[in-house]
């Protein structure tokens, strides 16, 4: 089965940090874009972050520019976002996917995965 494989969320308090993990399952990362994505309770889907195939290029959305840094390790088939500074308006379901560029449209990002929970609160 493809898929992609969120990992490293919780419960946190306000300025803290996490690390989440986007693992692949039955393929290789290697030729793909991978973007970050999170959806809050009653909103759309936004986009966090993506990263290109090489790692050559990132970007941010601007409420996480600063405080988030995406990177990714081809040989552990993995895409990390580390995220500093937390808010609670951070809070939301995390999800990755891959597509072939991270100016792709969001209905051409594939591989979705069940998401993680990151709670930002006193």
């Known amino acids: 089965q493809l898929q992609l494989v969120e990992s490293g969320g919780g419960l946190v308090q306000p300025g803290g940090s996490l690390r989440l993990s986007c693992a692949a399952s039955?393929?290789?990362?290697?030729?793909?874009?991978i973007g970050w994505f999170r959806q809050a309770p009653g909103k759309e889907r936004e986009g966090v972050s993506c990263?290109?195939?090489?790692?050559?290029?990132?970007n941010y959305a601007d409420s996480v520019k600063g405080r988030f840094t995406i990177s990714r390790d081809n040989a552990k088939n993995t895409v990390y976002l580390q995220m500093n500074s937390l808010k609670p308006e951070d809070t939301a379901i995390y999800y990755c996917?891959?597509?072939?560029?991270?100016?792709?449209?969001?209905?051409?990002?594939?591989?979705w995965g069940q998401g993680t929970q990151v709670t930002v609160s006193s």
């Open positions: 039955g393929f290789t990362l290697d030729y793909h874009a």
């Open positions: 996917a891959a597509a072939v560029t991270c100016r792709s449209p969001l209905y051409e990002y594939d591989y």
């Open positions: 990263i290109s195939s090489s790692g050559g290029s990132t």
